[in-house]
């Protein structure tokens, strides 16, 4: 019984210790710049929810000299729609796609630095109660923004990385 306890101890210790320096790949702290212009376009308050996030991340870089200034411009559309309904009519799952244009441009040149669409959809079905069909709708949606935002921070460091 010993050994079991000695060899289950050794081992989570060996565990622990190979996660030591850890070092997430596509960290904020490695964006070097920050946001001087941005416009938004479409549904913006999912336009605003994305640019917070992305301001957020670059909070780092605001003071340092050296970060590269650019424009942002953030278009995004939310579409809803029914996707499957019962014999009588009643709509029993619905469908959301965000579809959100990301335009990364220099400050200073005006050259895109990123032009990208981030298109997204998730179904899910009407609850009993309405109150959370409505919240299981907006939770959907934050996933979504989460999602588009996590995507756009990866792109932004691959090209990071490239210059």
Do not use: W
């Not at 997430?24 to 376009?41: A, G, R, V």
């Not at 605003?48 to 003071?63: E, F, G, H, Q």
């Not at 729609?81 to 441009?105: C, F, M, P, Q």
């Amino acid at each position: 019984m010993k050994k079991i306890i000695y060899i289950i101890i050794l081992g989570l210790f060996f565990f622990t210790n190979a996660c030591t320096g850890y070092v997430p790949i596509y960290s904020s702290s490695n964006l070097n710049f920050k946001i001087e212009n941005y416009s938004i376009e479409g549904e913006e308050r999912l336009a605003n929810l994305i640019y917070r996030k992305l301001y957020n991340a670059t909070l780092s870089a605001k003071d340092n000299p050296s970060s590269q200034s650019i424009t942002l411009n953030i278009e995004t559309i939310k579409e809803k729609r029914s996707t499957v309904k019962n014999s009588a009519g009643k709509i029993l799952e619905y469908e959301i796609d965000l579809k959100t244009h990301i335009i990364i441009k220099d400050y200073l040149t005006d050259k895109k630095i990123l032009d990208r669409n981030f298109d997204y959809s998730v179904s899910y079905k009407v609850q009993d109660v309405h109150s959370e069909t409505i919240k299981l709708e907006n939770k959907n949606i934050e996933n979504l923004l989460d999602k588009t935002f996590q995507d756009v921070m990866i792109k932004i460091s691959e090209i990071a990385k490239t210059q």
